[in-house]
């Protein structure tokens, strides 16, 4: 999924296409309830400020949200479709809202756009883990943790339907779990999620933190 590689470029022209077509069921043109709900309104929910990624943020809904409770949100997606949608609805970049199309796995060019190891206070996960080929989770899950600080947290919308083939992939919330404590996540929530919309009944809510690294001083980052 490199933006420099034939095949990434085949696969991001996909999802262009998908956007430019209509070919985006996942879209419910506002932030998902289960995550608008959560950062508003529970006693847990991280709080601002600080820098907060949107992996695969399509037209920007979640990162949108972010900006209006007070972080700096990135969306990041490497659909040139879905990220002229999100400017077209909530703005230009401004330096409470940028808009970066990147590929998660392609470390150079997070890097080069400032994001490296310990950058973020958080991330927010909604339908970009049930786009990806599953056996790439383990990848998605590593790169959400090296780029948390310490303490720093991940929330996440995760669609875990039995129903076979994808994308959306299904999953199993307990290999999900296993699979976050093994990239250094501790869970405070997980649970099944409310108020997801009709046909998303099978979404579980996480909030998870990047363990501080041994001998450290821990402590949270600002959120």
């Known amino acids: 999924m490199n933006p420099s590689t034939p095949a990434s470029t085949a696969e991001a022209s996909h999802w262009d296409q998908r956007y430019r077509q209509g070919g985006d069921g996942w879209e419910l043109g506002r932030p998902a309830p289960p995550l608008d709900r959560f950062l508003r309104t529970h006693p847990s929910a991280p709080r601002p400020p600080g820098l907060v990624l949107v992996p695969g943020c399509g037209r920007g809904h979640e990162a949108a949200l972010l900006e209006a409770l007070g972080f700096d949100a990135i969306g990041l997606d490497f659909s040139g479709e879905a990220l002229g949608a999100a400017r077209a609805l ?20 997070l890097e080069a756009a400032g994001l490296t190891s310990g950058t973020l206070a958080g991330i927010v996960e909604h339908t970009c883990f049930c786009a990806i080929d599953p056996g790439r989770r383990e990848d998605y899950i ?82």
Do not use: M, Y
């Open 90 to 109: 909530h703005g230009r970049e401004r330096s409470s809202l940028r808009w970066l199309q990147a590929n998660l796995f392609d470390r150079p060019a």
């Open 142 to 223: 590593a790169t959400a943790s090296h780029l948390l600080a310490p303490g720093g947290w991940l929330l996440a919308l995760f669609w875990c339907h039995g129903k076979p083939g994808g994308p959306p992939w299904g999953g199993d919330p307990g290999v999900v779990a296993g699979q976050c404590r093994a990239a250094g996540l501790v869970p405070e929530i997980w649970e099944p999620a409310t108020g997801s919309v009709d046909q998303r009944r099978d979404e579980w809510l996480g909030l998870w933190r990047r363990a501080a690294a041994p001998g450290s001083s821990g402590g949270k980052p600002p959120c």
